[in-house]
C-alpha cells in the first residue's frame, strides 16, 4: 500500500484498520423480545460470521435464565449463548465434541449489559469476555479442543437470537438454556459486521421499543369460592395461546376454563393435569391426563397450552410437550373457537348448566397464579402477552392481588388441629409432628428423645421439632458429648470458671475469672494489693497497706476512705448546710448560707439564726458600768441630802 507514494508497512495498516473499527459508532436498534418471541434467520444467512472471532452486543433480560443466541448447524452440531444464574453461559457441540462453560458474572437482570468475547473460535480459557468494561476468564466445565467457524458448513443452519421457535429445534445438552429470557437487544456485532435486527427471516412476540421488567401480575385465590373472569378478546379465532404460572399443594383445582360452546380448559386432577377440548360445542369432548401426579408440590409451575384449530398442546416452561389432544375428525381441523369468558382459577357458579358435563373437577383452585398469557389469531401468529389480574378482569371473588400469601389459601376452612398450619390450600402437619392420619387429618408430636441422642447419662426433654439434654456436671454439648474443661481443670477459689468452644479438655480450654484478691492461670496464687493492681483494687492515697492471704487492709490518709482508700470523703453528703451551699474539702465543709451570702461569717457549720454583732468591748463596757454606777450612787446622795434639809 501506498500513502503519498511512500509504502506503508502491513503492520501500520492492520492498527488503522482496527482504530477505524473501533471508531465507528455502534448501530443502535432497540429489540423486545417477548416470552416465546424470537428473531430467526433461515438456513444460508450466516449472521454470525465472524463471531469467532469477535461478538459483541447489548442487552438487559428479565426471566432468570434462556436463550439469546443459538446457531443450529448440521445434525448435532451447534453453538448456543444465553444467561444462567447471573452469567453467561455458552454451550456447543462441534464435530462430536460437547461444550459448556461461563463466560462472566454479575449479569444481573433487569440492567443493561456491555458484553465483548473474543476468541470464541477455541471455547476454553483462552476466550476473552468483558463484561461492562471487566474482563473475565472464563469458567470451562468441559474442557475440549474445539474448532468454532461459523463458515464451516457443519455450522451453516438457522440463527435465532432473544428466544426460539420451538423446543423441538434446540439440540441442547443440558436445562440451563431452556427458557426465554424476555430480552431487549441494543445492538449486536458479528467480527466488524452489524447484524440487522430490524431484517429477520421471520420474528414473533417483537417490539421496537424496549421496556423495564416489571414483576409478574400475582393472585392468591383464598377460598374454596374463588375465581377470577379476565378481559380478553374472545372473537372466535382459530388458534389460541394460554400460559400460566401455579403453586399449590392442593391435588384438584381449576387453573383456566376458555369457553362458551365449544371450550378449552385446563385443571388440576389427583396432583396431574387434565387437558380438555371441545372445538365443536357440542358431545363429548376429549381431554389427556398426564402421567406426572406432582403438580401440587408446592413450587412454581409454568405451562403454557397452544391450540391450533382442533389440537391443542399443553408444553412446560421451557417448551417441552407433556399432553396434546386431538378434537373429532378432519373437518373440526379448520374451526375457530367458539368461546365467550376465560375464567381462571374457578367459576362464578360451578354448579351452572352453561358448562359441560364433562368438566369433572369445578373445585377452585387454592394457592398462587402467576404471570397469566392470553393471544388469540387467525391468520398471522402472534406471541401471549401479560394479563393484569386486577387491573384486567370483569369480575372476580375471593382473591388477593398483592403477594403470594401461603396462608392465605385456607380460609374455607381451618388448620386448627395440634400440629397443623396451612400452606398452598392444604392443612398439613407442622416441623416436628407425624402424620398420624390423613382424612380428617391428625398430627402427633414426634419424640425427639426417642430413641435418646443424650449421652453420658444426660436426661433427654422433647421439645417441637427439637429436644434438650440436661448433662451431668462432666459433660457439655448438644447430646453431652464432650468433656467440660471446667471440669477436669477447676479454677480455685471461688473463681468462676468460662468454658471455651474446644473439643478436647484441657486447661487452654477454658477461662477462669477470678475472685478478688486471687490472680493466675487457676486463681491460685494471692494477690499482693499493697504492691500490684489486682482485680481486688490496691492502696491509694494511704498511710500504709497490709497484705493477707485474699485480701488487704489500707490505713487511708486524712479526707479518703474506701477499701483502697481511693474515695474522697463528701463531707456535703448529709447535707449539713441545709438551704445553704455546702463547700467540700479534704479536711472538712463550711456552708455558705443565705442570710450571708457573700461569706462575712468564717466557717459556718450550718445555716441556722445569724447572731447580732457586739461593736462595745469588755473594757469600755467595764467603764461604762462603773460611771454607771457612781452616777446611782451620786444620784442617791443628793435625794438623801436634800431630805435632810427639809427636816
Known amino acids: 500500500m501506498l500513502l503519498y507514494g511512500v509504502a506503508v508497512p502491513t503492520s501500520f495498516r492492520v492498527v488503522v484498520t482496527v482504530l477505524l473499527v473501533a471508531l465507528v459508532p455502534q448501530a443502535k436498534c432497540e429489540k423486545f423480545i417477548d416470552k416465546n418471541g424470537y428473531l430467526k434467520w433461515n438456513l444460508g444467512s450466516n449472521v454470525l460470521v465472524g463471531a469467532e472471532t469477535r461478538l459483541e452486543f447489548t442487552f438487559r433480560y428479565c426471566n432468570n435464565k434462556g436463550v439469546l443466541i443459538y446457531q443450529q448447524g448440521e445434525g448435532r452440531n451447534f453453538f448456543a449463548l444465553g444467561v444462567n444464574d447471573q452469567r453467561l453461559y455458552i454451550e456447543a457441540s462441534i464435530d462430536g465434541l460437547a461444550v459448556e462453560m461461563y463466560a462472566g458474572e454479575n449479569v444481573l437482570r433487569n440492567q443493561t449489559h456491555d458484553v465483548t468475547i473474543t476468541n470464541l473460535r477455541t471455547l476454553n480459557a483462552n476466550t476473552g469476555v468483558i463484561i461492562d468494561g471487566i474482563a473475565y476468564t472464563p469458567e470451562v466445565i468441559t474442557d475440549v479442543v474445539v474448532d468454532l467457524d461459523f463458515s464451516r458448513s457443519i455450522l451453516v443452519g438457522e440463527t435465532q437470537i432473544g428466544g426460539y421457535e420451538s423446543i423441538d429445534q434446540l439440540r441442547l445438552n443440558t436445562q440451563r438454556l431452556k427458557a426465554y429470557p424476555i430480552v431487549c437487544i441494543d445492538f449486536m456485532r458479528a467480527g466488524q459486521t452489524d447484524i440487522d435486527l430490524n431484517n429477520p427471516d421471520s420474528s414473533l412476540g417483537v417490539t421496537d421499543r424496549c421496556v423495564v421488567c416489571l414483576p409478574p401480575s400475582v393472585v392468591t385465590l383464598t377460598k374454596t369460592t374463588s375465581f377470577l373472569e379476565m378481559k380478553v378478546d374472545s372473537t372466535p379465532r382459530s388458534n389460541t395461546i394460554i400460559s400460566i404460572n401455579f403453586r399449590t399443594k392442593a391435588p384438584d383445582g381449576v387453573l383456566f376454563y376458555f369457553g362458551g360452546p365449544a371450550y378449552l380448559a385446563l385443571y388440576l386432577e389427583g396432583g396431574a393435569l387434565v387437558l380438555r377440548l371441545n372445538t365443536r360445542g357440542s358431545g363429548a369432548d376429549t381431554k389427556y391426563k398426564t402421567t406426572r401426579t406432582t403438580f401440587n408440590d408446592g413450587e412454581m409451575q409454568e405451562v403454557s397450552v397452544t391450540r391450533t384449530g382442533n389440537m391443542a398442546t399443553l408444553v412446560d416452561g421451557a417448551g417441552n410437550i407433556i399432553a396434546r389432544v386431538t378434537f373429532g375428525g378432519s373437518q373440526n381441523s379448520a374451526q375457530a373457537l367458539n368461546a365467550d369468558r376465560l375464567y381462571v382459577g374457578g367459576f362464578p357458579d360451578a354448579n351452572s348448566a352453561d358448562l359441560s358435563s364433562d368438566i369433572e373437577v369445578r373445585q377452585s383452585f387454592r394457592g398462587c397464579l402467576e404471570e397469566l398469557r392470553f393471544s388469540s389469531y387467525s391468520a398471522v401468529e402472534e406471541a401471549p402477552t401479560q394479563i393484569n389480574f386486577e387491573n384486567q378482569n370483569e369480575a372476580s371473588r375471593d382473591v388477593d392481588f398483592s403477594a ?52 453420658n447419662g444426660a436426661v433427654c426433654t422433647d421439645k417441637i421439632a427439637d429436644y434438650n439434654c440436661t448433662c451431668t456436671d462432666r459433660y457439655k454439648g448438644k447430646n453431652c ?162 431630805t435632810r434639809q427639809r427636816s
Open 481 to 642: 458429648s464432650v468433656i467440660r474443661n471446667c471440669y477436669d481443670f477447676p479454677c480455685l477459689n471461688g473463681a468462676e470458671c468460662i468454658e471455651l468452644d474446644t473439643p478436647t479438655p484441657s486447661a487452654a480450654g477454658r477461662n477462669c475469672s477470678c475472685a478478688p484478691g486471687y490472680k493466675g492461670v487457676d486463681c491460685g496464687q494471692d494477690c499482693d494489693e499493697c504492691t500490684e493492681q489486682c482485680n481486688s483494687g490496691i492502696c491509694v492515697n494511704s498511710i500504709s497497706c497490709e497484705n493477707s492471704i485474699g485480701d488487704f487492709v489500707c490505713e487511708c490518709k486524712e479526707g479518703y476512705e474506701g477499701k483502697d482508700c481511693s474515695n474522697e470523703i463528701d463531707h456535703c453528703k448529709d447535707n449539713p448546710c441545709g438551704t445553704g451551699i455546702c463547700n467540700n474539702f479534704l479536711t472538712g465543709y463550711n456552708c455558705t448560707c443565705p442570710d450571708d451570702p457573700t461569706g462575712a461569717v468564717p466557717n459556718r457549720q450550718s445555716c441556722g439564726s445569724l447572731q447580732a454583732p457586739n461593736p462595745i468591748s469588755p473594757a469600755a463596757l467595764a467603764a461604762i458600768l462603773v460611771c454607771l454606777s457612781f452616777f446611782i450612787q451620786v444620784v442617791t446622795g443628793q435625794h438623801t441630802a436634800g
Open 404 to 455: 403470594c400469601l401461603e396462608s392465605a389459601s385456607c380460609q374455607s376452612y381451618s388448620c386448627t388441629g395440634e400440629g397443623q398450619q396451612c400452606s398452598m390450600g392444604v392443612c398439613e402437619c407442622i416441623r416436628g409432628y407425624g402424620v398420624l392420619s390423613q382424612d380428617p387429618l391428625e398430627c402427633y408430636n414426634i419424640d425427639d428423645c426417642s430413641p435418646n441422642p443424650c449421652q
